[in-house]
């Protein structure tokens, strides 16, 4: 009956000749009816019947209800309207959806990952008050106690006088804070009074007395430093900072006002410091207590706080209203030559010609001293680029699929322009859908940013427990991800929105057409050659970074890492003095070697690959040049057994090299082929810091040149002096010599020892329950860890490469295989009339190869210029090897061969006759 009915209307629209617009709307009624009376018959009420007849026809200008009445509505309706109909669309097409969802989720969420680095490390401010008034005076990064200036003339690190003297004579600043500038290398070790625990090495920071002041902050619990605090002769007080409050003491109010006792001595915790601040930077061991810089002398030991002309501090003040930076900067440069100029160091008259060239740069301190910032900005960047790349192919992606899905609905958008719907109203619902799309996968993608954020974390900072970088998306990650999604709804959503509008309403009339060409569409296509390239540029890029790593890793440090352990201590935390260091270093080796499997005992002030040095000026005793910087180490007799170090020339450091013996050291190749002539031998030379104690040191040996701080660091002048020795020309007293306090204990063993960090640790309390281990490592994981940057942009440019290959290919798949399912017919007839299935898969292979060589040849010229800006960040890499090139053609070769292949085999067991059975 209903086909009679549903016949009868078309015959009638025929034979009256009423037009497209009418035919086809009284074709909708009849359609509507008719479902209106099954929902009727299955037990709905009239009116429910009818309003899920409309809902499953779609919306409602399509089923003929009037689309001008429809406009006439309030815009937020419309919008509702179109969103409501759009999830009702993708919930139709799960498949699609879920694909969908899952490409922009990894897009989306990889570019947050990096974006929640980003904003941590470069764009974020302190949590204080009016952050943008904070200036720092000077703008490097200089660490940690010297007393030099960058050639230039900058200062950036100041002396305790110089600090003194610009807060008096400085009336432009509501508050000058003065902050010790290398606490991170200083460490404290702090027990709790009355506490039945080991005492625990933290990262103590000195400062001011009104260094939260200057800030602007509020305590959590008890009351912040104050100036009456960091005067000579105050009670000794510290801040607590909220982290350590919270996971060492679980909040316990009784903290503030207990004792704690650092480096030995008693300290009152007066307060809490406010929950969020780090301090004033962002460091991956930020400080757990802050104390006054007139406690330093007595808990540190140290003997440059007054009196001396070691810089040490960095300056952070607060600027007054309406004061003009430019005109400050050339008063305190004024005020910084006119303090240094009554200095011992600056009164000869090369000191007087180097001290013009002094200045001050004041640059923004609302983010904080950007210590962070400096190591990691060229990588960020690059990152942010490769992840953007990543994001604009899965763009591509999603448009081809939205090409796709357009094409198969274009008899919905076909009814819908003969029933009166304008091309702006049908652009306008299809990008809502490609909005909402994008909307679902940026929620989505956060949770990819959260998990790829915490990778990121781990590949930055290997081993920190503090770091205060958070996964969890900020209110700036969450606008970032909701603008990306907004963005790329629009971007790829736009252009299929656009072609799929555009219909033919007379082609609603029609129930198929036979087509023998038209695969794929030519933007498809382009689309597809877009992502080839640029997966292509990445992939390339990933090869080079690669190759810089494994040529970082793959050099020869002259070292022997097997079976070699290292601990980490700081004396002065334990109370030793520098007259008392002497019979503690003894007891180390002794103690140590009763340990069964320790074979050497090294001791020194740093060890290999660890991020630390010393530099002093030397002069070879009869030559005529200059100063010359180079690197010094105290070591212990058996310091180079110990790390591995080979011995080229002489002897090395003896037990016979005391403290009251003739003064000497042993020197690196670098250092001899720097500063003697081809040929000459070192050994019996003499040099020192100046022309007037060229006569310091004898040269007794030369090593091999070993890898210290930085594996990138060449032609590296060292010398290795004995641990006790001092300068014959150092008439200062001991007590000032900070030098004679070592850091590292490197032990060298038979096999390796699961257990020496316990085995360490008390043998040390055994010597001194206050001497604790600051950090122990393994020497293979210390080497390891000063690659961890170059392997972190190692990986992750590996793994963006990959996911783009991952897109392009199964772009490439997409279009193919849709364009195989266009042309169905055409493969029949083309069977029918005797094509082979080799021929048939030959001739879909060319097609999508075709375009992915277009995508080569636009992706190599693409790669080679990319790599010109990055090469500053390889290693030994200055461009593009012709292997990596090779490799990444050749990968992206075969992911497109087999994204063809699977299409081509489907499109080769085409049944002729059912191909064109489908028309």
């Excluded at 060229?694 to 060449?714: H, N, Q």
């Excluded at 014959?728 to 699961?754: G, M, N, Q, Y």
Aim: hydrophobic fraction near 45%; charged fraction near 20%.
């Amino acid at each position: 009956m209903k086909a009679l009915r549903h016949g009868w209307a078309r015959i009638r629209n025929f034979a009256f000749g009423r037009s497209n617009r009418e035919r086809l709307r009284e074709e909708m009624e009849e359609h509507v009816a008719l479902q209106t009376e099954e929902n009727i018959r299955s037990g709905m009420s009239a009116v429910e019947a009818r309003r899920q007849a409309l809902i499953k026809l779609g919306p409602v200008e399509a089923v003929g209800e009037s689309y001008h009445a429809e406009e006439s509505l309030p815009i937020l309706e419309t919008v509702l309207q179109d969103c409501r109909y759009g999830v009702r669309m993708l919930k139709k097409s799960p498949v699609f959806s879920s694909v969908a969802v899952l490409t922009l989720a990894l897009g989306i969420g990889a570019n947050a990952a990096i974006f929640t680095l980003v904003h941590a490390l470069m764009l974020k401010k302190l949590p204080v008050a009016d952050p943008k008034s904070l200036v720092r005076l000077g703008n490097n990064n200089d660490c940690c106690v010297g007393a030099g200036f960058h050639d230039s003339g900058e200062v950036s690190l100041f002396t305790t006088s110089s600090y003194e003297f610009l807060k008096k004579n400085t009336t432009e600043f509501e508050e000058l804070a003065a902050i010790q500038a290398g606490f991170a290398y200083r460490p404290v070790v702090v027990r709790r009074e009355g506490a039945q625990q080991t005492p625990r090495s933290v990262m103590g920071e000195f400062v001011s007395g009104n260094y939260f002041k200057t800030f602007g902050l509020t305590p959590v619990a008890g009351r912040l430093l104050e100036d009456s605090d960091d005067v000579i002769g105050a009670p000794m007080t510290a801040v607590m900072s909220y982290e350590t409050w919270k996971n060492a003491f679980d909040r316990d109010p009784s903290v503030v006002g207990s004792t704690m006792y650092v480096n030995t001595k008693p300290v009152t915790v007066v307060g809490i410091a406010p929950e969020n601040f780090y301090g004033d930077r962002l460091l991956s061991t930020p400080p757990e207590f802050y104390l006054p810089i007139e406690t330093m002398p007595p808990i540190a030991n140290a003997p440059y706080v007054h009196g001396s002309e070691m810089q040490w501090l960095y300056i952070i003040g607060r600027l007054k209203p309406g004061v003009s930076r430019a005109v400050l900067e050339q008063k305190i440069s004024e005020l910084l030559r006119e303090q240094l100029v009554t200095t011992q160091r600056f009164s000869s008259k090369e000191g007087r010609e180097r001290l013009r060239k002094a200045h001050i740069v004041l640059s923004p301190a609302g983010g904080g001293i950007q210590a962070l910032q400096q190591q990691y900005d060229k990588h960020l960047k690059l990152l942010m680029w490769v992840s953007g790349l990543v994001l604009l192919i899965a763009c591509a992606n999603i448009a081809n699929l939205l090409l796709v899905r357009g094409m198969a609905r274009k008899a919905e958008i076909n009814v819908r322009t003969a029933l009166g719907a304008k091309r702006g109203r049908i652009v306008r619902q299809l990008l809502t859908e490609s909005v909402l799309l994008a909307g679902i996968g940026g929620g989505a993608g956060l949770l990819v940013a959260y998990a790829g954020t915490r990778m990121l974390l781990v590949l930055a900072f290997p081993g920190a427990q503090q770091v205060p970088i958070h996964a969890a998306p900020s209110p700036a990650v969450l606008a970032f991800a909701f603008g990306l999604s907004l963005l790329t709804g629009v971007l790829f959503g736009m252009a299929p929105a656009w072609i799929a509008a555009k219909s033919e309403p007379v082609e609603a009339l029609h129930r198929g057409t036979r087509s023998v060409i038209g695969g794929a569409t030519l933007l498809q296509r382009g689309l597809v050659v877009m992502q080839a390239g640029l997966s292509l540029v990445l992939l390339v890029g990933a090869g080079l970074f690669a190759q810089s790593l494994s040529k970082l890793q793959h050099i020869d440090l002259k070292l022997d890492a097997t079976n070699r352990y290292i601990v980490h201590i700081n004396p002065q935390t334990a109370g030793y003095s520098q007259r008392q260091v002497g019979e503690l270093y003894r007891l180390l080796e002794e103690r140590f070697h009763l340990i069964p499997e320790v074979e050497k005992v090294g001791i020194t002030s740093y060890s290999p690959m660890e991020d630390n040095n010393d530099s002093w000026d030397v002069m070879v005793q009869g030559k005529p040049y200059p100063h010359t910087l180079s690197s010094v180490l105290r070591v212990s007799p058996e310091y180079f057994d110990s790390v591995g170090t080979h011995l080229v020339m002489g002897r090395g450091i003896g037990v016979q090299d005391t403290e009251t013996s003739p003064t000497v050291a042993v020197v690196n190749r670098t250092f001899v082929n720097k500063l003697f002539q081809p040929g000459e031998n070192p050994i019996g030379q003499h040099f020192g810091g100046s022309a007037a104690s060229v006569a310091d040191f004898e040269i007794v040996g030369v090593v091999e040149d070993t890898v210290y701080s930085d594996a990138r660091w060449r032609d590296h002048l060292m010398f290795f002096m004995p641990l006790l020795q001092r300068p014959a020309s150092d008439k200062d007293p001991i007590e000032s010599d900070e030098s004679l306090f070592v850091s590292a204990i490197v032990l060298k063993t038979s096999r390796p020892v699961p257990e020496m960090e316990t085995l360490a640790r008390k043998t040390l309390s055994a010597i001194n329950p206050n001497l604790s281990v600051v950090k122990f490592q393994t020497f293979e994981s210390q080497i390891y860890d000063q690659f961890a940057e170059d392997r972190m942009v190692s990986r992750l440019t590996t793994l963006f490469g990959a996911l783009a290959l991952l897109l392009a290919t199964l772009g490439l798949y997409g279009v193919t295989a849709y364009g195989v399912a266009r042309r169905t017919p055409e493969i029949g007839i083309r069977m029918a009339l005797g094509a082979h299935r080799g021929g048939v898969m030959t001739m879909v292979v060319r097609g999508a190869m075709v375009q992915a060589l277009i995508g080569l040849a636009i992706g190599v010229p693409a790669a080679l210029l990319c790599a010109r800006f990055v090469t500053s960040q390889l290693y030994e890499v200055k461009g593009v090897d012709a292997r990596v090139l090779v490799g990444a053609v050749l990968t992206l070769g075969v992911a497109a061969s087999i994204a063809a292949l699977i299409p081509a085999r489907r499109a080769a067991t085409i049944d002729p006759a059912r191909a064109l059975r489908t028309e």
